[in-house]
């Protein structure tokens, strides 16, 4: 599976972050940084899923690889 | 016992999450999901946001498909629970036996008229409007691209962010207040920052309590305690929820006619409870906190409390909301109302960009950011306390 995100309809909430802190960041500026766009693995993809549902304005998405 | 059925009643965000958390930590049985509206899940606080601010058409507040696998029932709402027999009673007939059963069902929007509108109703015929469903959203759009004049009546964040979504459509907008708008919620500091904003973007604000709704003529009036009416073409109210627990009398699940939860979401062993229906336990005593977040984090807290009973953590809730209008952007984590000036302030690079943190009496601490580009992990560590706490660089000494 792949994360994919529609950046400017980010802002910049950072729920994502902290329901996938292992695959995703926000930096200093508060711009978000997918780090690992491409998850595998039962622990990984349920974080990438949890992350993506947690977005108010849906930026995120998680689509077959 | 083990769960083989689980039904969740209610498909707004607390009970989607509700669903994927009990998919996530291992249940494969029977899940089934009872929601009163015909779509799936979307974010509501984008109806007032984005939706209503334009950019990007209407489809700021999709989310994506549902992968819980759940039996949808919607356009279904429940009618009825005999919690000693584990049935949830449809409305259009039948029930729904369950061992393991998620009480989701949200809230509706409150009325000035008083009556509670059904989801799919266009009105009562009163001309009050209400914004809570993507329905009701659709139809203030479509209304607004006339340019109407509108009284917004309610002063809190709904009514913000409707009334700054009116004035970005070219509307004549009066906003009716009970008291200065977001004291109530945000307190003085806050309030006074948007407060400015609104009256500089043209708002005009009444300020008055009582309103209420008078019908004479056709286009509906607002009437004030001190004898002031006011008229428009539209009137829309946003004066808080009422939970949707109607469906509970009965069921003895209720205590003095709300629904409470510990803080394992469970109202029983074999009901939990989440989102804007139910009250939980906060470090401010027992609250109802209708928030997006909030009813992320309850719905995680209760899936896990159904499944795993006292050995699911206990839900440590620190709030997190933020609203938007007349070009701000508010962010804040922990308790609001906070009262006086902040403690400490950090100037952003942009004008109007700051960074506010206020201390509380009982050591936790309240972080803001106004149009200052923050992740929430790091708001949260200004706001909180003990040895992961960070602070902003300037105390405040003025």
């Known amino acids: 599976m792949r994360i994919e995100l529609d950046r400017p309809r980010c802002e910049g909430h950072g729920l994502c972050e902290e329901a996938a802190p292992a695959l995703m960041h926000l930096d200093d500026d508060g711009e978000l940084v997918i780090d690992s766009p491409d998850v595998d693995g039962e622990q990984d993809i349920a974080a990438a899923k949890a992350a993506v549902r947690v977005c108010p304005v849906a930026a995120l998405k998680l689509v077959a690889a | 016992m083990t769960l083989r059925r689980i039904v969740v009643v209610g498909n707004g965000i607390a009970g989607l999450t509700a669903c994927d958390t009990l998919r996530a930590e291992g249940f494969d049985g029977e899940l089934t999901v009872v929601g009163a509206e015909r779509h799936s899940p979307y974010s509501r606080p984008a109806l007032s946001k984005a939706l209503l601010h334009g950019g990007d058409g209407l489809a700021a507040h999709e989310l994506p498909a549902p992968t819980h696998g759940a039996t949808e029932l919607l356009g279904a709402s429940a009618a009825g629970l005999d919690a000693e027999a584990r049935v949830v009673k449809l409305d259009g007939g039948g029930g729904l036996p369950y061992d393991g059963l998620v009480i989701a069902s949200g809230s509706r929007a409150r009325r000035l008229g008083g009556g509670s509108k059904q989801e799919t109703d266009d009105g ?117 929820d009422v939970p949707n627990t109607e469906w509970l009398a009965g069921s003895g699940l209720l205590t003095g006619g709300v629904l409470r939860a510990d803080s394992r979401g469970r109202v029983r062993p074999d009901i939990v409870a989440a989102g804007d229906v139910a009250f939980f336990p906060t470090r401010r005593g027992l609250s109802r906190v209708p928030l997006w977040t909030s009813a992320i984090d309850q719905a995680k807290a209760a899936a896990v409390g159904l499944l795993r009973g006292d050995d699911a953590p206990p839900l440590e809730f620190q709030p997190y909301f933020w609203t938007e209008g007349f070009g701000l952007s508010l962010k804040a984590v922990g308790f609001t109302p906070v009262h006086g000036a902040p403690d400490f302030r950090e100037q952003g690079t942009d004008a109007g960009s700051t ?44």
Not at chain 2, 369 to 397: D, F, Q, S
């Open chain 2, 124 to 240: 009562d015929g009163s001309g009050e409007l209400t914004l809570r469903t993507l329905e009701d959203a659709v139809r203030l759009n479509e209304l607004l691209a006339a340019r109407p004049s509108v009284i917004v009546v309610g002063g809190g964040p709904l009514g913000m962010e409707v009334a700054s979504g009116c004035l970005h459509s070219g509307c004549d907008v009066t906003l009716v207040t009970d008291g200065e708008p977001l004291v109530r919620q945000l307190g003085g500091y806050l309030s006074g920052i948007f407060t400015a904003a609104a009256r500089a973007n043209g708002l005009r604000i009444v300020n008055g309590p009582k309103a209420r709704l008078i019908h004479s003529g056709t286009a509906p009036k607002v009437a004030l305690a001190d004898g002031t009416v006011l008229a428009a073409d539209l009137v829309l109210s946003a004066i808080g």
């Open chain 2, 355 to 398: 960074l506010l943190r206020w201390e509380h009496a009982d050591g936790s601490g309240t972080a803001a950011a106004i149009n200052y580009r923050i992740p929430i992990p790091k708001l949260r560590r200004l706001a909180n306390t003990g040895a992961h706490a960070a602070r902003p660089a300037e105390p405040v000494t003025a």
